[in-house]
């Protein structure tokens, strides 16, 4: 790009969100055959979790004994922001949009768990539980596919 004749008068944030533009445009083109290099295999294999994760959703509770998220924090149960942002991942397709997508997750989990604590700040312990109860509600589709992208 930055041979192109085009774009020698632009800057140097003009010609990084031109990369971008150009990085999503092929990847968009390549994207269903990267999430499902084995097509037919993987896809059945997301839709195998999403039954499974869904059947989890119906007993899971912030209470469930494997989980134990502190009663503290179960005010803002379900954290739907939370969800509703997880469930936006499929929409993007640059693995570096959906990395991005999972920073929100966890940004908005955590502002959460500040706001309900103690004055003390969440920990791992406080946080994952949170983020494993969240994605089975959210249940997002492609998961494992979209992880082994990522």
Known sequence: ????????????????????????????????????????????RDVVLQQHIARLAEVVTPNHRDLKIPRRYQYECPWPAAQAELR?????????????????????IMNLLSLAGDKSVPAADDFVPVLVFVIIKANPPSLLSTVQLV
Do not use: G, W
């Open 1 to 44: 790009l930055e041979q192109e004749p085009m774009l020698a008068a632009t800057n140097d944030q003009q010609r990084s969100e031109a990369r971008k533009a150009v990085e999503r445009a092929i990847f968009s083109e390549v994207y269903m055959a990267a999430l499902y290099p084995n097509q037919e295999a993987d896809a059945s």
């Open 88 to 108: 936006r991942m499929a929409a993007f397709k640059m693995p570096a949009d959906k990395v991005h997508c999972i920073s929100r997750v966890s940004s908005i």
